[in-house]
């Protein structure tokens, strides 16, 4: 069965940096396309970046110049390196992939930013 496991979120200060990871297991990670939402409190769940198997990546506005997706294929981990973080970017943080129509989510990861 399809595994996602993120890690990484944690307290940071307005300004600083983190970078969240999504280890994957039970697919064949390549070939996938992977991405990252994230939901805040009272909020829809918004995707934040996107990275394909051959590494095409896309990014919310929002979040374009200070995160960068990347993706491991001999590791099968994705990561979200994050920087200049800024209090609206406080959420839960949730890797994703879809395969054969099935929507794969990991349990999420909480990220706050203190101003």
């Known amino acids: 069965q399809v595994q996602l496991v993120e890690s990484g979120g944690g307290l940071v200060q307005a300004g600083g940096s983190l970078r969240l990871s999504c280890a994957t297991s039970g697919m064949i990670f390549s070939s996938n396309t992977m991405a990252w939402y994230r939901q805040a409190p009272g909020k829809q769940r918004e995707l934040v970046a996107v990275?394909?198997?051959?590494?095409?990546?896309n990014y919310a506005d929002s979040v374009k110049g200070r995160f960068t997706i990347s993706r491991d294929n001999a590791k099968s981990t994705v990561y979200l390196q994050m920087n200049s973080l800024k209090p609206e970017d406080t959420a839960a943080y949730y890797c994703?992939?879809?395969?054969?129509?099935?929507?794969?989510w990991g349990q999420g990861t909480q990220v706050t930013v203190s101003s």
């Open positions: 994703n992939t879809v395969g054969l129509g099935v929507a794969y």
């Open positions: 990275i394909t198997g051959r590494g095409s990546t």
